[in-house]
């Protein structure tokens, strides 16, 4: 530990904690605590070899020191502070450090980021510890502006952080992570170097050992494009990557890690859907005129089983897929792979999704409700967003749904997942030669209408949410789903097959015409909460909103 709690830390930019600001007592913090369930998360080491066995232990170890670090990027007083709570027995002092390690620090990540824990600043800084306290950002703008291309680009750049220089001027200079956090880096990269000896994977020996390299050049590139590469039994993604701590500019990367196992079966069950993708492509409900007679390659999708999460990763709201790197340079040459953690959204399913379905499902459809049908359309969600429309022409100018669309594409493109991932699913049963089991249909469909009222939840402002409702409604009033006397919902399964396909025909068509006022009336005739939904989503405030992993303890 490099940094020292220092009492300027306390007070950051303009913004002070007043001594006397009211912070949750013991009960209100377990309530707040208890809309995270406590879970193990379910994994199987006995697939591993004995060297891959032992690797894993060590990147768990470095995951750990991961931790520390994202704690010290996101606020400067956070390390002694978390130390200071360990060392407090009470009851309201333990509440208090394990909700501090469910947000890794002290503001509450579903509360708007408003601080649970007296002596730091009220909200948590837009800049965290990326900049100067008290930059404004007039004062990085001006002095950016003034510095030679590539400084300026190291300024802005994913890896460095901002700090004022020691002597009089106090002017902003440029200091990279590998500097900033070299200790922990160093420790971190030991870690990964014996991962790499344990391990016989190729691939795997290849992206730790240039994971490891970068942690102290501060080059990540070469090892981005090793972890495109990355195909083994333990996949590992560890690194700083996305930057959505840095509230200020949205430049700088938070550290974070997924140590976690491949998952074999699921991966053969993606392998044999894209065998399948231009067959559906070509048989989308869609004009023929419009759809893709030859698909590009599909990017790679991995399913795995996490088996720790640190930093970034593991704070507020679990990740529960992600799509890396960010770097636009390995994109373009690699393109982006997208990472589903299997067993992290079993554990959403069975504490949020069954309590759920038992409230909006009728008795006689709660057997329906099956967490294979769950993730096998999560897999048809992401495969989805590969077909249909992609490069539109308008009036003779070649463009895209997302140019064309603007603010609209996000509800749109993910509700036109949701509903292919139904219409691929329904093609597949329909034609696989491996016949689907009797009741596939049922589970499928209901096991959708449940895990609806899992985004209408969160109400309207968020993509899925929107979309979600005007998919429901859309449906509805198809006669597919069913508002039930008793506040239930059903699905009409003489009705849902060809109401998913007019509504997947109508948002494919949307995004092929680029037909900005056609998605506008779509959203505001169906992307609303009507009444009897408006009853359901009241009836499930008391179910949690997410997991508390316990493998992740700290303690
Ligand atoms: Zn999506």
Same mark, same amino acid.
């Given at each position: 530990?490099?940094?020292?709690?220092?009492? =300027?830390?306390?007070?950051? @930019?303009?913004?002070?904690?007043?001594?006397?600001?009211?912070?949750? !007592?013991?009960?209100?913090?377990?309530?707040?605590?208890?809309? %995270?369930?406590?879970?193990?998360?379910?994994?199987?080491?006995?697939?591993?070899?004995?060297?891959?066995?032992?690797?894993?232990?060590?990147?768990?170890?470095?995951?750990?020191? $991961?931790?520390?670090?994202?704690?010290?990027?996101?606020?400067?007083?956070?390390?002694?502070?978390?130390?200071?709570?360990?060392?407090?027995?009470?009851?309201?002092?333990?509440?208090?450090?394990?909700?501090?390690?469910?947000?890794?620090?002290?503001?509450?990540?579903?509360? @708007?980021?408003?601080?649970?824990?007296?002596?730091?600043?009220?909200?948590?800084?837009?800049?965290?510890?990326?900049?100067?306290?008290?930059?404004?950002?007039?004062?990085?703008?001006?002095?950016?502006?003034?510095?030679?291309?590539?400084?300026?680009?190291?300024?802005?750049?994913?890896?460095?952080v901002i700090r004022r220089a020691p002597g009089k001027s106090h002017s902003l200079t440029t200091v990279p992570y590998s500097r900033e956090y070299h200790d922990d880096l160093r420790s971190?990269?030991?870690?990964?170097?014996?991962?790499?000896?344990?391990?016989?994977?190729?691939?795997?020996?290849?992206?730790?050992?240039?994971?490891?390299?970068? %942690?102290?050049?501060?080059?990540?590139?070469?090892?981005?494009?090793?972890?495109?590469?990355?195909?083994?039994?333990?996949?590992?993604?560890?690194?700083?990557?996305?930057?959505?701590?840095?509230?200020?500019?949205?430049? *700088?990367?938070?550290?974070?890690a997924y140590i976690t196992i491949r998952d074999d079966r699921e991966t053969e069950r993606l392998k044999s859907f894209a065998g399948h993708l231009q067959e559906i492509e070509d048989n989308?409900?869609?004009?023929?005129?419009?759809?893709?007679?030859?698909?590009?390659?599909?990017?790679?999708?991995?399913?795995?089983?996490?088996?720790?999460?640190?930093?970034?990763?593991?704070?507020?709201?679990?990740?529960?897929?992600?799509?890396?790197?960010? !770097?636009?340079?390995?994109?373009?040459?690699?393109?982006?792979?997208?990472?589903?953690?299997?067993?992290?959204?079993?554990? *959403?399913?069975?504490?949020?999704?069954?309590?759920?379905?038992?409230?909006?499902?009728?008795?006689?459809?709660?057997? !329906?409700?099956?967490?294979?049908?769950?993730?096998?359309?999560?897999?048809?969600?992401?495969?989805?967003?590969?077909?249909?429309?992609?490069? $539109?022409?308008?009036?003779?100018?070649?463009?895209?749904?997302?140019?064309?669309?603007?603010?609209?594409?996000?509800?749109?493109e993910e509700a036109k997942a949701d509903v292919t991932g139904l219409f691929m699913l329904q093609y597949l049963f329909d034609h696989n030669e491996a016949n689907p089991p009797a009741n596939?249909?049922?589970?499928?469909?209901?096991?959708?209408?449940?895990?609806?009222?899992?985004?209408?939840?969160?109400?309207?402002?968020?993509?899925?949410?929107?979309?979600?409702?005007?998919?429901?409604?859309?449906?509805?009033?198809?006669?597919?789903?069913?508002?039930?006397?008793?506040?239930?919902?059903?699905?009409?399964?003489?009705?849902? *097959?060809?109401?998913?396909?007019?509504?997947?025909?109508?948002?494919?068509?949307?995004?092929?015409?680029?037909?900005?006022?056609?998605?506008?009336?779509?959203?505001?005739?169906? @992307?609303?909460? =009507?009444?009897?939904?408006?009853?359901?989503?009241? =009836?499930?405030?008391?179910?949690?909103?997410?997991?508390?992993?316990?493998?992740?303890?700290?303690?």
């Amino acid at each position: 530990m490099k940094k020292s709690f220092v009492a =300027r830390a306390v007070c950051l @930019g303009t913004v002070c904690a007043a001594a006397a600001a009211v912070m949750p !007592d013991l009960a209100q913090l377990q309530q707040m605590t208890a809309r %995270f369930a406590p879970v193990k998360l379910q994994y199987d080491e006995s697939t591993l070899s004995p060297g891959d066995r032992n690797a894993l232990h060590k990147l768990v170890d470095a995951a750990r020191v $991961i931790n520390a670090i994202f704690m010290d990027q996101a606020w400067r007083g956070n390390r002694a502070l978390y130390h200071q709570l360990e060392r407090d027995t009470s009851p309201l002092g333990q509440a208090r450090l394990h909700y501090f390690w469910l947000n890794k620090g002290p503001w509450s990540d579903l509360d @708007g980021h408003a601080a649970f824990l007296p002596g730091v600043p009220e909200r948590k800084p837009l800049g965290a510890d990326f900049y100067p306290p008290d930059m404004t950002r007039q004062e990085f703008e001006a002095w950016v502006n003034k510095l030679p291309e590539a400084d300026r680009q190291q300024a802005e750049g994913f890896f460095t952080v901002i700090r004022r220089a020691p002597g009089k001027s106090h002017s902003l200079t440029t200091v990279p992570y590998s500097r900033e956090y070299h200790d922990d880096l160093r420790s971190a990269a030991d870690l990964l170097r014996q991962a790499a000896a344990d391990t016989s994977n190729a691939s795997l020996k290849r992206y730790l050992n240039l994971r490891a390299e970068a %942690f102290l050049s501060n080059d990540y590139y070469a090892s981005d494009l090793a972890w495109m590469d990355l195909d083994a039994p333990l996949d590992i993604t560890i690194g700083p990557y996305e930057t959505y701590n840095d509230e200020l500019f949205g430049y *700088k990367a938070a550290f974070e890690a997924y140590i976690t196992i491949r998952d074999d079966r699921e991966t053969e069950r993606l392998k044999s859907f894209a065998g399948h993708l231009q067959e559906i492509e070509d048989n989308l409900p869609l004009d023929a005129k419009y759809k893709n007679p030859k698909l590009g390659a599909a990017a790679p999708i991995r399913v795995v089983n996490e088996v720790y999460a640190a930093g970034d990763g593991a704070h507020g709201v679990r990740t529960a897929a992600f799509n890396l790197p960010n !770097d636009e340079r390995v994109v373009q040459q690699k393109g982006s792979k997208r990472v589903m953690l299997k067993n992290v959204q079993q554990a *959403k399913f069975d504490v949020n999704l069954k309590p759920i379905a038992a409230r909006v499902l009728p008795a006689s459809a709660q057997g !329906d409700l099956s967490f294979d049908a769950f993730f096998m359309h999560i897999l048809a969600h992401e495969l989805s967003h590969g077909i249909g429309p992609h490069q $539109i022409t308008v009036n003779g100018r070649v463009t895209s749904p997302r140019q064309e669309l603007k603010e609209l594409y996000s509800p749109i493109e993910e509700a036109k997942a949701d509903v292919t991932g139904l219409f691929m699913l329904q093609y597949l049963f329909d034609h696989n030669e491996a016949n689907p089991p009797a009741n596939a249909m049922h589970l499928l469909y209901t096991t959708f209408l449940a895990s609806a009222f899992r985004s209408l939840r969160f109400g309207l402002t968020e993509a899925h949410g929107k979309g979600m409702a005007m998919q429901f409604n859309y449906l509805t009033d198809k006669g597919a789903f069913v508002a039930n006397p008793d506040g239930t919902f059903s699905v009409d399964y003489s009705k849902i *097959k060809d109401a998913v396909r007019d509504l997947d025909h109508d948002l494919l068509t949307i995004e092929a015409e680029g037909n900005y006022a056609a998605a506008k009336d779509m959203l505001a005739t169906y @992307g609303v909460i =009507r009444p009897p939904m408006q009853h359901a989503i009241d =009836r499930l405030s008391s179910i949690p909103v997410d997991i508390d992993p316990v493998n992740e303890s700290a303690r």
